[in-house]
């Protein structure tokens, strides 16, 4: 009893003492964390990520009134690129036919400096070539032209306003209200003296060989337009601004010259006609000037 006894009161010491060690290493050690997963819808996940979103990105500043007016303008500028595009090409293409034009055929070293716009000019043929002028064959042509205030011709402004008055019809002041293209030369021209009173000068604008004798009426009652036949002429070019004394000694020079030439002679109503090449701005020594006067073949 004894032997059984003592055996049980072991057997319940161990016992005791597994139960002490267990719970002392359970008070010792912490205890797993179980952690709950939640559905989360879809459209919770993207409203989380939107209100995420705009609490961390910066508020936009408003647009001051400046930058609005700025932001307009750079919007119609854009708007109107294609138009001013074209605009600029066109004077692009009309102002280089100033700034590049084209060399006649040049007698010497005076001639080979002038140069003239590459616009619709008069059509002609030289039949020959003399000794400081050429006699040329013209085709008929039109001219608008008007009557010079002023007892001279290249008083600067006579020739301004004449000008003008030309310049309005062919760019738009006639009966259709045309806009015309520019030609060369301008022709400056004394007329006959009628009766006691003196010659007046006139200038004239070439008209566009396209348009024939269908030209627009001028609402300019000053402005005549008609129609040159064609004639023989002799001509001289030069160089340098017009003047009337320049006009004057080259008219005599050329009339000497031609007492000498054994084909032609000057005829006996012809006047001086001067033509000029060039715009206001063109340097002297490259523009090109003429004049001209009405021949006709010598009796055999």
């Not at 409203?47 to 647009?63: E, F, I, L, V, Y």
């Not at 050429?134 to 085709?139: A, G, K």
């Not at 039109?142 to 310049?167: H, K, W």
């Amino acid at each position: 009893m004894a032997r059984i006894f003592r055996q049980s009161s072991w057997k319940q010491a161990i016992e005791s003492n597994r139960t002490k060690t267990k719970d002392m290493l359970l008070s010792n050690c912490t205890p797993p964390v179980l952690t709950m997963i939640r559905y989360t819808s879809p459209s919770k996940i993207k409203s989380m990520a939107t209100d995420r979103t705009t609490a961390t990105s910066p508020q936009r500043r408003p647009m001051s009134a400046f930058e609005a007016r700025v932001s307009l303008v750079l919007a119609l500028a854009s708007q109107a690129s294609y138009q001013s595009q074209r605009l600029l090409f066109d004077l692009a293409n009309e102002t280089t036919k100033y700034l590049f034009p084209k060399r006649s055929g040049s007698r010497d070293l005076e001639e080979a400096l002038m140069a003239v716009p590459d616009l619709e000019t008069l059509k002609y043929k030289v039949s020959s070539r003399k000794e400081g002028y050429e006699i040329r064959e013209l085709e008929p042509y039109f001219v608008a032209e008007t009557t010079m205030p002023g007892e001279t011709g290249f008083d600067f402004y006579g020739a301004s306003q004449s000008f003008n008055v030309l310049a309005e019809y062919l760019f738009g002041k006639n009966t259709m209200k045309e806009k015309m293209e520019m030609t060369t030369p301008v022709i400056t021209r004394k007329t006959q003296p009628v009766m006691t009173k003196e010659g007046k000068w006139r200038m004239s604008f070439v008209m566009p060989s396209k348009y024939g004798a269908n030209l627009p009426l001028p609402k300019d009652p000053t402005v005549r337009v008609e129609e040159v036949p064609g004639r023989v002429v002799a001509v001289v070019a030069f160089s340098g601004f017009v003047t009337d004394e320049e006009v004057k000694q080259r008219e005599l020079k050329l009339r000497d010259a031609l007492k000498k030439d054994p084909e032609f002679r000057v005829q006996d109503s012809a006047s001086v006609e001067v033509a000029q090449y060039n715009p206001p701005f063109t340097l002297p020594f490259t523009r090109r000037n003429e004049i001209a006067l009405e021949v006709e073949r010598k009796e055999e």
